[in-house]
């Protein structure tokens, strides 16, 4: 093999496949993240609708390179109180996912409970009057449209009245426990 | 235009990947600075999502790869004893794929965006940019077919393989999101290039760099011959399945975590093995970093690299995940590899390589002596502004301090970043400078001496 680019090379694509089977093939058949829960339902939006446009225009301003949306089982998520834990079913109609890696606001995944329309607007307007300090830059360059359907889109960020009730009992017996 | 001297692709290739070094760069500051001020250039098309997709895709496509693309039209000749395949078809390529760089950085200023991390280009530039990828491999692939010396020494293995992994894990991580069944299926399909961007590309061909550097500037043979083809296989068989543990603790089933997980710690032995194998090749030679700047960056490459592999794994831990991930520690780490790492050894690459191609000595040491202690001191000053960051806002989310509280906490670690950072950046117009210098002296005195011989003739 040494004297062989020929056996590197199959040798070194042998061992890709193997992790493409591993990490990407096999989870397709995996119907945890492949059917969606009932939360996951409330986001397969109609085409053109408000929620939908506002979706595109959550990703062109690049809004997923700092908020997330990915609540965890750990104590980082429940003690910012997050709103429920996350499932692979919830993101069945997300795509592209909106998952992100980085904080840099907070999470967004179930937003829509936290505030209402009003705030909302006015956040994306002037964040530093609904949140001093905030380091969230003006979207004030939006046309009235399009903030109207990227309120849309943030309001609808919500679980299901059944998998919120099932939440705040999870919490309240947390609770205590402690 | 598409000249067919010799060495002009890998002179070619540094040229651009130096110029897009300081544009990458500069988006890098913007996106720092934007968290201190930001309604600093806020419009629709510098809007910080924006010039961060931009700053990532930018320094890793266009930087780091035009740097390794060029050091690999010097070094696979060399370990091949043949010239390249096609200087013309190096320059083409070289053409082409700063057209497409090009193209997908205004489309990212534009907000056409694919989200996917490392792949943000939308699909009709990726398609263009795998053509791309796939001239300069088909080159440099021929170029080992017509090679003279039959063995393969180790980096040859590293580039191969590289060169092999890198089209087909855009592939994998840029397919079209509407033909796959799920958001987070298609989260594993993007964190599979997401992270593959780094193992099979990033680390593999910056490895390979430094095994070829490491003898040459210090003189002295390879430490194993054994221990790099540990290191190689090891790479290539768990380095592959990385990319679930962007999502651990998260949407995804237990299985395909431990699947993600495991491999992640296990690359432990492939690093140590490869930096053993640097470390061992210096044993002697140490002292010749004072003198030798290309060697001194080479050497604190492979140290970049340890502190980045010791991070890797840990990372990987359910437990220590749980407190950093999403915090500004991850950003921090992020910038070890290509920074720390792989910048640094391709630094060392071009001040070795340039000179021998144009034949004369790099402009200024002093310039050389700059780059590196702004880098250097930069790049510490601003890696552990966000280390630290990122464990006190970890720990803060956890005992559930207010989040906006947790954003006012972080204000003097951003600006620490921020000037760390213009240290960084300021750094790199010593390198483009001195290039820059170099280049024109060379060709001055080349004509000089054509004249000489023809007066004399």
């Keep these: ?178 | 235009m598409f000249t067919d001297e010799k060495w002009s692709s890998s002179k070619n290739w540094f040229i651009a990947a130096v110029f897009w070094i300081i544009i990458g760069m500069s988006m890098g500051l913007l996106t720092a600075t934007k968290q201190i001020w930001p309604e600093l250039l806020n419009n629709r098309w510098f809007t910080y999502g924006h010039v961060r997709s931009a700053h990532v895709m930018l320094v890793i496509y266009a930087w780091l790869s035009m740097a390794y693309v060029g050091s690999m039209f010097y070094m696979i000749p060399k370990l091949a004893k043949t010239k390249v395949y096609s200087e013309k078809l190096g320059n083409f390529a070289l053409v082409f794929y700063n057209v497409v760089i090009l193209e997908g950085f205004f489309a990212l200023l534009f907000g056409q965006t694919e989200v996917i991390e490392y792949g943000e280009f939308p699909l009709w530039v990726d398609v263009q940019l795998l053509v791309a990828i796939g001239l300069v491999a088909y080159n440099l692939f021929k170029t080992v077919g017509r090679r003279q010396e039959k063995m393969l020494y180790v980096s040859l293995w590293y580039f191969l393989g590289s060169l092999l992994w890198l089209p087909l894990t855009w592939i994998v991580g840029n397919f079209p999101a509407q033909w796959i069944p799920s958001g987070v299926q298609q989260g594993l399909m993007g964190w599979f290039l997401g992270h593959n961007a780094i193992g099979l590309w990033m680390t593999t061909v910056g490895v390979g760099q430094i095994y070829y550097l490491l003898p040459k500037l210090t003189g002295r043979p390879l430490y194993s011959h054994q221990l790099s083809m540990i290191g190689f296989w090891a790479i290539a068989t768990f380095y592959v399945w990385n990319g679930p543990h962007h999502l651990m603790n998260g949407p995804i089933p237990g299985w395909i975590s431990k699947a993600g997980v495991i491999p992640s710690i296990v690359l432990l032995i492939p690093v140590w093995a490869v930096l053993a194998n640097f470390w061992g090749t210096m044993k002697g030679s140490w002292s010749q970093t004072r003198t030798s700047v290309p060697l001194r960056f080479t050497v604190a490459g492979t140290i970049f690299y340890l502190f980045a592999c010791l991070q890797g794994p840990l990372q990987a831990l359910p437990s220590v995940s749980s407190v950093i991930k999403f915090t500004h520690w991850t950003v921090g780490h992020a910038h070890m590899g290509p920074f720390g790492a792989f910048s640094f050894t391709s630094f060392a690459a071009i001040y070795y390589i340039l000179p021998k191609i144009v034949g004369r000595e790099m402009f200024s040491k002093r310039a050389m002596e700059a780059h590196f202690w702004f880098s250097t001191v930069g790049f510490l000053v601003f890696a552990f502004s966000l280390w630290i960051a990122g464990v006190v806002q970890g720990f803060a989310w956890i005992e559930g301090v207010p989040f906006l509280q947790t954003v006012l906490m972080m204000e003097p670690y951003v600006q620490g970043r921020a000037i760390g950072g213009t240290m960084m950046y300021v750094a790199q117009f010593f390198l483009a400078w001195n290039m820059y210098k170099t280049i024109k002296l060379a060709k001055l005195e080349k004509k000089q001496q054509a004249q000489q011989q023809a007066a004399s003739a």
Excluded at chain 1, 50 to 78: K, S, W
Excluded at chain 1, 87 to 112: A, E
Excluded at chain 1, 128 to 139: A, D, L, N, R
């Design chain 1, 1 to 178: 093999m040494e004297r062989k680019p020929s056996a590197v090379l199959i040798v070194a694509l042998i061992l890709w496949t193997f992790g493409v089977a591993g990490t990407v093939i096999l989870p397709l058949f995996d119907q945890e993240i492949n059917s969606a829960t009932a939360s996951g339902e409330l986001r397969n939006y109609p085409e053109d609708s408000a929620e939908a446009r506002g979706r595109e225009i959550y990703i062109q301003n690049g809004c997923q390179t700092c908020h997330t949306q990915f609540v965890r089982a750990l104590p980082a998520d429940t003690n910012q109180n997050l709103g429920p834990v996350t499932k692979g079913g919830d993101y069945k109609y997300d795509l592209p996912h909106l998952l992100g890696s980085n904080r840099t606001g907070p999470d967004l995944m179930w937003v829509g409970l936290k505030y209402n329309e009003d705030w909302q607007r006015q956040h994306l307007i002037d964040p530093q009057s609904t949140s001093p300090g905030t380091i969230m830059p003006s979207f004030d360059y939006l046309s009235n449209q399009e903030l109207d359907d990227l309120v849309a889109y943030l309001m609808s960020l919500k679980p299901t009245e059944e998998r919120l009730e099932e939440y705040k009992k999870e919490m309240s017996e947390a609770k205590n426990h402690n």
